[in-house]
């Protein structure tokens, strides 16, 4: 059998997907949503970058997992996300989950929330183009 070692640096995304289940209203709103309300939410956190040669990986997928439910899920699943953001929408969400991971999280890239099976918003950073 033929052994392959790629010992150039190609550059790949890496996304993981996570849920949580949480409580929210949005008091800026006219309409249902103004009352409080629940959601399952489904997010998925992309890394960029180079696969390192050595290693064969841009990241640990087990140490995302880790860093993820320690700064962000810890703080939103089963909660009032109220207590957290003023008006919690999905793209204020969406940008709170960046902000906690970003210090955290190397080659970070991209936040996709769904807030129901079929909508979702993207954010890739400050200097990102939506
Ligand atoms: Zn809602």
Redesign the pocket.
């Known amino acids: 059998m033929a052994t392959i070692d790629y010992t150039d640096r190609r550059r790949m995304r890496l996304d993981v997907e996570f849920y949580f289940a949480a409580a ?1 209203r949005l008091p800026r709103y006219e309409g249902p ?1 103004f009352r409080m ?1 629940g ?1 399952n939410y489904k997010f998925f956190v992309t890394v960029e970058g180079e696969v390192d040669p050595a290693t064969g990986m841009i990241a640990d997928f087990g140490e995302l997992k880790r860093v993820v439910g320690e700064l962000v899920l810890a703080k939103v699943d089963h909660r009032t996300l109220n207590d957290t953001l003023e008006n919690p929408t999905a793209e204020n969400i969406a940008r709170w989950i960046w902000e906690t991971l970003a210090p955290s999280l190397a080659g970070l890239a991209e936040i996709r929330l769904y ?1 129901i099976p079929d909508c979702c918003v993207t954010y890739r950073g400050p200097g990102g183009r939506g």
């Open positions: 929210h949503c309300h959601h807030e």
